[in-house]
């Protein structure tokens, strides 16, 4: 047999003698155990970070103004590439090449191909990713990143640049003083100071301090402006359930009653 | 000791060095050719390189899980430490090991149909050289194929490749093959 064989150098014998020589002894099985735990951790680290990519995916389409698309841009293709989260999109797409190579290095990764990795990867996310913002941790991640990041939706979406056009009736922007009943002052996305006088029945749509908001109305003066309606910045954020005190069931069924009617389409 | 099979060895081993001589006899000729043929190094550098595998399987034999073969797993790490000596040298220029194994001839061939192809007699003078021009991914694939007859699975693991693209590889390979043993008919 070829194996039987004697080979002249008896390559076996010297590694034989150098492993003694040298006190060699096989690592510890926990290093191994280890070193594959870090890596499936940080499979699972990416694939949260994809998750709340995905999330923060969803809270932008879910809550987008689709009842205005035809008077914010004209087009729905325009309206898409508008608010298209690019940045979520690129974080999301960073973290799933991640995962992949961080995957294929796992013991049994290298079994399956790109394309299965690839699509698992962003199946788990995209699933993870709703579970978040469905038990409304999305809206949380949103909330905070709102606090400590105050140009973080400038950085995500366009949004924003559609709801900077007075002249045209939208204007949207941070709430900083609020003179109830009539008036909340705002500052805008090109941190222009307006006062927006409130319409008659808006005692349903929270304003507090801090919060985002868009309205839809007209300018009466160079830094005022008279809403017709005013609009959480997430739409479909359910205002008087979450900051009423008195639960409304009826609202979080259908959140578009609490607004007023729409204005008139914007030439 | 004879009648145990490779992976009790290997479990063994961890426990008590003497194992492991025996694991190593077994492989010492197999894997000393396969590195050859890979490599395409003297032999000296060869028998330097298989010792620092040995050293390299008898560290790392916890690490050797029974859901995988114990050859397999042997020929993950001596094509792994043999490719990365490769980038190391590759600047200084390699040339494939003139092999005189009559079944790879037989098998790849046979396998390729390359007598309605390339010329047999002028193919079987000009394989070595057909060889050394081939992508190092391709050659490699080739020889696990057959110079060591594994199968698709345990060329899987070896690579650490999925099944799918060790196929792949293994057609684009013999795909190329023939290219460059028509040019050398061409050029004859």
Known sequence: ?267 | MTDKTDEELARLSAENQNYFMCLMQRYESKLLKYIKRISGLKPEDCEDLLQEIFIKVFLNLRAFSPDLKFSSWVYRISHNHVISNYRKIKSRGIEVYESEDQPFWENILSDLDAAKEADLALLRQNINKVLDDLDVKYREVLVLRFWEDKDYQEISDILQKPMNTVGTLLNRAKKQFLEIAKKYKVNQ
């Open chain 1, 1 to 267: 047999m070829e194996e039987e064989k004697k080979i002249p150098d008896g390559i076996s014998a010297k590694v034989w003698q150098k492993i003694a020589d040298k006190h060699l002894k096989p690592l510890p099985r926990w290093r191994f155990l280890v070193k594959e735990l870090i890596l499936w951790g940080l499979f699972f680290v990416f694939l949260l970070v994809a998750s709340i990519a995905c999330a923060f995916i969803l809270l932008e389409f879910l809550n987008a103004d689709w009842d205005l698309y035809p008077q914010l841009t004209g087009s729905l293709i325009d309206y898409i590439t508008m608010i298209f989260p690019y940045f979520w999109l690129i974080c999301l797409s960073v973290v799933v090449v991640l995962a992949y190579y961080n995957f294929s290095l796992t013991r049994r990764g290298y079994k399956y191909g790109l394309l299965w990795i690839f699509l698992g990867t962003v199946f788990l996310s995209g699933l993870l990713g709703a579970v978040l913002y469905f038990t409304n941790l999305g809206q949380w991640l949103d909330s905070i990143s709102q606090e400590y990041l105050p140009k973080h939706r400038l950085m995500v979406s366009r949004q924003s640049e559609l709801w900077n056009r007075p002249e045209e009736g939208w204007l949207g922007g941070q709430i900083i003083m609020i003179a109830l009943p009539q008036f909340v002052e705002i500052k805008s996305f090109d941190n222009h100071e307006w006062l927006v006088v409130l319409p008659q029945n808006n005692q349903r749509v929270p304003l507090r301090v801090g919060e985002f908001i868009k309205i839809l109305g007209s300018p009466i003066g160079p830094e005022t402006f008279e809403a017709k309606e005013i609009r959480p910045w997430r739409s479909n954020d359910c205002p008087c359930c979450a900051d009423h005190e008195e639960s409304n069931e009826s609202c979080k069924m259908e959140t578009r009653q609490h607004f007023m009617p729409l204005p008139a389409p914007v030439k």
